[in-house]
């Protein structure tokens, strides 16, 4: 299966007056679905430059050198201005944009506006994304109503012709106001009381739903409650049980594969009753349809429940949270829309260690539980180890060192990983001994305009030979997970003497 994240060799330069600051030069990782990655390095090695260059949201002065970066399947780079610039407001990429990736900014405590309440803001942030409702979200109303559901989802418009299964394809792919669940394959319920006068025919369609449903693996429960309701076709819920079990395999199906379902219409069956003989008031009477306020209020209830805050904070204003709450409000937002990816850039920095620890455990809670990719970026190897499977060490604009995260805590092999290690306080958070420690990598990061040539680290390195200072040194494969850039590495792993 191809990797969630596919970042190749990506470049990422400023321009300056002086010239170029070469940010990001020639990062590669991958990064697999529900796998967490921690991106670490000294301040200004370029994280926060990579962590952008994903979701497009650099400043005016980036341009992207090169590079792909891949996310399920879709180039992303190939939204870029054709000077490699980007255009934040790029219609295909906001939409993937905290829809897809969302962000938790370095800093970001401070950006909560204060003359708002905070769940207002997480609300308006969920309102301007105009989410779609999630099944769960129609159910949960519907069941409030108390009532017995039926789901329509209408395929076509009243066609004065017969439809083909031709015709059901295109439809699916290119209606505004479908149809079918497609990318889900999801015809769940088909053609709202207007089978027959559209034309269609209903062993067709059958042929056409069951096709849809093998495609998916819908298990038989779900296909036992889709029947021919004469005039069409409807997941005729029984009873409340009956629905829960349909929609609790929809909803895991819908979770796998995130779609937008703002077409499917739920109607419960005294509404049904209601339908006057004019088929087209199916279409035009959505009672249940729109993403309200009132949903998002509901959504940032949920929200806060799951990052551990209590609801009855939502209409607290800013100065009234302690920062761990400010940090697990913005982790809500970020979680809003159930993105696949989150990346959390330094998102306990400011944080007393304590809560450090309990905002790190929190979020890895979270992650498992609704199975979301992450990439979290900290300057501390050792904050972000205990979350990450994986950990890319950056130094400089480049990588230095990639490896699963036990591998790289018990042979980390490039020379600035293990001064990296080494630095690292023997009880946790003692920032001071860390700062103290860190010298003993001697000298500081360099400036990345006019970097050193060659490996960016030689000026620091103790190993560093004629080579080291002439020639960027290529990855090392180790293992199918552990790749170090580094000649010495290189070198070693050949058998050579270094
Ligand atoms: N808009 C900009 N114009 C010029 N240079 C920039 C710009 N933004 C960042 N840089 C430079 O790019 C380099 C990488 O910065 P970046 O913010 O990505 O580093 P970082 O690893 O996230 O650091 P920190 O740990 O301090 O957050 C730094 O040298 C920084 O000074
Ligand atoms: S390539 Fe050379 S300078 Fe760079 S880390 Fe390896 S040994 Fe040191
Ligand atoms: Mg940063």
């Given at each position: 299966m191809p990797p969630l994240l596919n970042v190749k060799d990506l470049k990422v330069y400023f321009k300056i007056r002086d010239g170029w600051v070469e940010a990001v030069d020639g990062v590669?990782?991958?990064?697999?679905?529900?796998?967490?990655?921690?991106?670490?390095?000294?301040?200004?090695?370029?994280?926060?430059?990579?962590?952008?260059?994903?979701?497009?949201?650099?400043?005016?002065?980036?341009?992207?050198?090169?590079?792909?970066?891949?996310?399920?399947?879709?180039?992303?780079?190939?939204?870029?201005?054709?000077?490699?610039?980007?255009?934040?407001?790029?219609?295909?990429?906001?939409?993937?944009?905290?829809?897809?990736?969302?962000?938790?900014?370095?800093?970001?405590?401070?950006?909560?506006?204060?003359?708002y309440k905070v769940g207002k803001q997480i609300e308006e942030a969920i309102m301007i994304h105009r989410p779609t409702l999630k099944f769960g979200e129609i159910t949960e109303r519907v069941e409030e109503r108390g009532s017995k559901l039926q789901i329509y989802i209408p395929v076509k418009e009243l066609s004065d012709r017969d439809l083909t299964l031709e015709d059901l394809n295109e439809a699916g792919e290119r209606s505004t106001n479908p149809f079918i669940l497609k990318s889900v394959g999801a015809a769940v319920a088909i053609i709202p009381v207007v089978g027959e006068e559209a034309g269609v025919k209903h062993d067709l369609l059958k042929d056409y739903i069951t096709e849809e449903l093998k495609k998916h693996k819908f298990s038989w429960k779900l296909r036992e409650v889709i029947y021919d309701a004469g005039k069409g076709f409807m997941v005729h819920m029984e009873s409340r049980d009956k629905a829960a079990e349909v929609f609790g395999e929809l909803d895991e199906l819908l979770t796998e594969h995130p779609v937008e379902v703002q077409h499917l219409m739920v109607f419960t069956l005294e509404w049904q009753k209601k339908i006057p003989d004019s088929p087209r008031v199916a279409y035009s009477s959505t009672p249940i349809r729109e993403y309200t306020q009132k949903d998002a209020r509901r959504r940032v209830v949920q929200l806060y429940r799951i990052v551990g805050l209590s609801p009855d904070r939502i209409d607290n204003y800013p100065h009234e949270y302690s920062g761990g709450m400010k940090q697990r409000a913005l982790i809500a937002m970020a979680l809003a829309l159930n993105p696949p990816l989150v990346i959390a850039d330094e998102p306990t920095t400011a944080l007393d260690v304590i809560t450090q620890y309990r905002i790190l455990r929190e979020i890895k809670k979270i992650q498992e539980r609704y199975k979301m990719a992450m990439i979290i970026i900290s300057h501390d190897i050792s904050t972000v180890a205990e979350i990450s499977d994986k950990m890319a060490v950056m130094y400089a604009g480049r990588l230095a060192e990639l490896a699963r995260t036990e591998d790289l805590f018990k042979e980390p092999k490039h020379p600035y990983t293990v001064g990296l290690l080494k630095s690292i306080p023997t009880i946790k958070g003692e920032r001071e001994e860390l700062h103290r420690r860190l010298a003993s990598i001697p000298g500081s990061p360099p400036p990345l305009v006019n970097p050193p040539s060659g490996c960016r680290f030689h000026p620091r390195c103790p190993y560093a030979k004629d080579v080291c200072r002439e020639k960027v040194p290529r990855p090392t494969k180790l293992s199918k997970t552990h790749i170090v850039w580094c000649h010495k590495v290189k070198a070693e792993s050949e058998g050579s003497e270094w």
């Open positions: 590669s990782f991958t990064l697999r679905e529900k796998e967490t990655l921690g991106l670490v390095g000294e301040s200004g090695c370029g994280k926060t430059t990579t962590a952008y260059a994903i979701t497009q949201l650099l400043p005016r002065n980036a341009y992207i050198k090169g590079g792909k970066i891949v996310f399920m399947g879709e180039d992303l780079l190939k939204y870029l201005k054709k000077d490699g610039t980007i255009d934040i407001f790029d219609e295909n990429i906001r939409k993937i944009r905290w829809n897809k990736i969302s962000i938790i900014f370095q800093g970001a405590m401070d950006a909560l506006n204060p003359v």
